[in-house]
C-alpha cells in the first residue's frame, strides 16, 4: 500500500477486457480527473500510476 515517493507502477491492458483499477484500502488514496474507481476498456491502452506522498498515488493515461 505505502508507496516510495516517485515511484511509478505502468499497467497495460492487452485484451479488449475491462481492466478495473481502485485502491486497496482506505488508507490509500489515487488521485484522478474522474471518479476513485479507475477502468481501462481499451486493447493496448497504458495507464501509470505515481505516487507522490505516502499512500498518495496520482493516475495518468488512457482510463475512464
Same mark, same amino acid.
Given at each position: 500500500?505505502?508507496?516510495?515517493?516517485?515511484?511509478?507502477? $505502468?499497467?497495460?491492458?492487452?485484451?479488449?477486457?475491462?481492466?478495473?483499477?481502485?485502491?486497496?484500502?482506505?488508507?490509500?488514496?489515487? $488521485?484522478?480527473?474522474?471518479? !476513485?474507481?479507475?477502468?481501462?476498456? !481499451?486493447?493496448?491502452?497504458?495507464?501509470?500510476?505515481?505516487?507522490? !506522498?505516502? $499512500?498518495?498515488?496520482?493516475?495518468?493515461?488512457?482510463?475512464?
Amino acid at each position: 500500500t505505502g508507496g516510495v515517493v516517485g515511484s511509478v507502477i $505502468n499497467i497495460f491492458s492487452s485484451t479488449s477486457g475491462t481492466v478495473t483499477i481502485a485502491p486497496v484500502s482506505s488508507s490509500v488514496t489515487i $488521485n484522478g480527473s474522474t471518479s !476513485a474507481t479507475y477502468t481501462i476498456t !481499451a486493447q493496448y491502452s497504458i495507464v501509470s500510476l505515481i505516487c507522490y !506522498a505516502s $499512500n498518495t498515488w496520482i493516475i495518468t493515461g488512457d482510463y475512464i
